[in-house]
């Protein structure tokens, strides 16, 4: 049968594990498209708010760039927080969008909970479900962890249930870069959930590339940020190599050549997937003398905060302001963010930092840091140095307003490039120029 006239005939559902970004986005183009989908989620608030047709994660608008009411008011997305209203029969489909990490590590417990409710179904044998996971996995955990607990359960994948390894890629900044628009690529057990992922997938995504199996689709995600986090390292490394040296420009220069991406140096690399994609791999390799490249990677990028601290306590600058906790511009999203462990360095060496950041609230902030908040940009008269992490809208404000408060500021260190049209003298630094560290 044929799973994407099922689900179109809206006799049948789709099942979503978890509303962050990556599970709201596939809820709302699955939605979009005219196929009932029903969120599960832990958070009663993010529940109330899908269901009352608002986004729980507001810088998302942008990036749909339409309203999800009309999607409520239809029937077509719905969330709750009770996991039994999503193992029934008429859900054919469960996708699988929960973190699968844990301070920094991999960590899959969530993972195999949600795989214990949806085993607890009795389906229909001529439509076995298909559990899809869009979540990050480490290579190998399908065959350690899923297909054995799975079995455990008396589910035998590709016979009474169905398994497709399909990673995100989605650029939350860019709205066209999405799940409709970008490459995506899936893998599964067998040649039937091959065909019923690509049904499923198909619904909304326009470049599928399925690969030979699950095991390749489950490495994918984690090998393609692990390059890019050696990228970003070695930027970082020729930076403290040649701190004299505008490394920024050079790889700006190096980044013409036709197959060079360009990359720059900065505090380190954040968010969910370049800075634990190699941890992901390397989970998986017990031998030390193995991938020695991700092993100096991943201690290069955690010692970056370490290095620009004593730095700025070199230069004899006291008060430090930051702008941004998100780890990208225009999102809520803090986790695995490199600001905390650049305020845990700054704070090590005895210097006064605070913390702005318009998407978070001064007691998430301080949850996050351990350290207060400030006006802006009134209160940028306070501090001697000011590090510029993210490239938020709301930084974007008139050059007159910063020279007003910026006249006892002695260093600015710019990360993204958010006060480069300014023109602020010589003591504003691109992340990776000379002097910035």
């Not at 001529?126 to 990050?136: A, D, G, Q």
């Not at 992901?280 to 490249?293: A, D, E, F, G, R």
């Not at 993210?390 to 007159?400: D, G, L, T």
């Amino acid at each position: 049968m044929n799973y994407q006239k099922l689900l179109k005939s809206k006799k049948f559902k789709i099942a979503v594990w978890g509303t962050g970004y990556i599970g709201l986005s596939t809820m709302v183009y699955f939605a979009k498209k005219k196929v009932k989908c029903v969120g599960y989620d832990i958070n009663k608030d993010k529940i109330n708010k899908i269901n009352s047709g608002v986004l729980p994660l507001a810088d998302l608008e942008n990036w749909f760039g339409f309203d999800i009411k009309k999607l409520v008011k239809s029937n077509f997305l719905k969330a709750t927080s009770n996991y039994k209203n999503l193992i029934t029969e008429d859900f054919l489909v469960h996708f699988i969008a929960i973190p699968t990490e844990k301070d920094g590590k991999p960590y899959y417990k969530p993972l195999l909970n949600v795989l214990n409710n949806i085993s607890k179904i009795n389906y229909n044998p001529k439509n076995p479900p298909i559990i899809i996971v869009e979540s990050t996995l480490a290579p190998k955990v399908s065959d350690k962890k899923i297909i054995p607990f799975l079995k455990k359960k008396k589910k035998i994948v590709g016979k009474n249930i169905l398994l497709s390894i399909a990673p995100r890629r989605d650029w939350f900044i860019e709205g066209g870069k999405n799940l409709e628009n970008l490459d995506r690529v899936y893998g599964s057990t067998d040649r039937q959930s091959t065909k019923v992922a690509k049904d499923v997938l198909s619904i909304v995504c326009k470049k599928l590339h399925v690969a030979s199996s699950y095991r390749v689709s489950e490495m994918v995600k984690s090998v393609e940020n692990a390059y890019r986090h050696m990228d970003i390292t070695l930027a970082n490394q020729l930076s403290l190599a040649f701190p004299k040296d505008n490394i920024r420009e050079v790889l700006k220069l190096v980044g013409t050549k036709w197959n060079v991406e360009t990359f720059h140096p900065g505090i380190g690399a954040g968010g969910y997937c370049i800075p634990l994609s190699s941890r992901y791999i390397l989970s998986q390799v017990k031998n030390i003398n193995k991938l020695s490249l991700l092993r100096e990677t991943i201690k290069t990028d955690d010692g970056m905060s370490k290095s620009i601290a004593n730095s700025i306590a070199s230069k004899g600058l006291k008060k430090i302001g930051i702008l941004g906790l998100s780890y990208k511009g225009d999102l809520k999203v803090s986790v695995l963010s490199k600001v905390i462990p650049l305020v845990k360095s700054l704070l090590k060496k005895k210097l006064k930092v605070r913390l702005f950041d318009p998407y978070f609230t001064k007691k998430e902030i301080y949850k996050a840091v351990k350290v207060k908040t400030f006006n802006f940009p009134k209160d940028l008269q306070n501090f001697d140095c000011l590090i510029i992490t993210v490239e938020h809208r709301q930084f974007n404000i008139s050059k007159k307003i910063l020279e007003k408060y910026l006249k006892n500021c002695r260093l600015i260190i710019d990360h993204d490039g958010a006060w480069k049209k300014y023109n602020l003298k010589n003591n504003y630094h691109l992340s990776g120029d000379n002097g910035w560290i």
